[in-house]
């Protein structure tokens, strides 16, 4: 289980998150929601570890361990993977020689190079993703819709225990999206954790969330089942500020 406890966070001074609290469990597919500013992307890049957003209190336990003491190499070695809602470019790195390497950092052992082609293509294949792409530099020139399927891919092959996917489902087209979709849907199994962070309800009818919760003003307000992704489309989120 991960569980997030009176999270408080800072972003060049200014407090985004405001005693957050969460808990996810395996096997479940976790949804956040809430308007523009409201500390999701905040919540994801501070879960990956990233150094720029500044931990004031508050814990995160993954299975009891606070992996707040831990780089963000070492909080990936223990099985926590973040899609990035604006994925860097990387000119002159291969996806095929970046994956690769990723792997074998991770999960701490060496494939050959023909073993791990052998994986990389045959997840590339549930993506509908062509041999001659993992050959492209990550990221670079790509579309949003590809830049989007190469997260996935890295998700498949990496095989974390928590997928945060910050926005993946931003920019694609109906076609990206179903095969994003079975991608995360394949990706699930009982000891696994997905959070899904979105705006939107396309995504969440092709993977469907066992929790939603809703983040405004940097906490969480409400928690339900998929119904309340419904009660949302229909009320938006100014209620929620009124309760």
């Known amino acids: 289980m991960l569980e997030i406890k009176n999270l408080h966070v800072e972003f060049k001074g200014k407090e985004i998150l405001r ?20 500390g999701k992307s905040t919540l994801a890049h501070v879960l990956a ?8 209190s508050g814990e995160i336990l993954l299975n009891k361990k606070d992996i707040l003491l831990l780089n963000p190499t070492d909080r990936a070695k223990e099985g926590l993977f973040l899609s990035f809602q604006n994925p860097v470019e990387i000119e002159g790195v291969k996806i095929h020689t970046f994956l690769r390497q990723a792997y074998n950092s991770v999960h701490g052992k060496k494939l050959s190079i023909l073993e791990f082609n052998e994986l990389l293509e045959k997840k590339a294949s549930q993506l509908s993703i062509p041999k ?34 910050d926005e993946t489902d931003s920019g694609l087209d109906i076609d990206s999206l179903k095969l994003v ?36 003003n940097g906490k969480i307000v409400l ?19 009124k309760k």
């Open 223 to 241: 928690e339900g089942n998929g119904e309340l992704v419904n009660e949302l489309e229909e009320k938006g989120y100014e209620w929620l500020d």
């Open 181 to 216: 979709a079975e991608g995360i849907n394949s990706f699930m199994n009982k000891d696994k954790i997905v959070l899904i962070i979105t705006h939107y309800k396309r995504i969440l009818q092709l993977v469907q969330p066992d929790k939603v919760s809703i983040i405004l």
């Open 132 to 165: 001659e792409f993992l050959s492209r530099y990550l990221n670079k020139g790509f579309s949003g819709g590809e830049k989007k399927k190469a997260e996935i891919l890295q998700l498949l092959v990496l095989n974390p225990k928590i997928a945060i996917l």
């Open 49 to 56: 570890g990233d150094p720029k957003y500044n931990v004031v």
């Open 19 to 38: 005693g957050l609290n969460l808990n996810l469990e395996p096997g479940k597919i976790n949804a956040l929601m809430g308007p523009n500013g409201s």
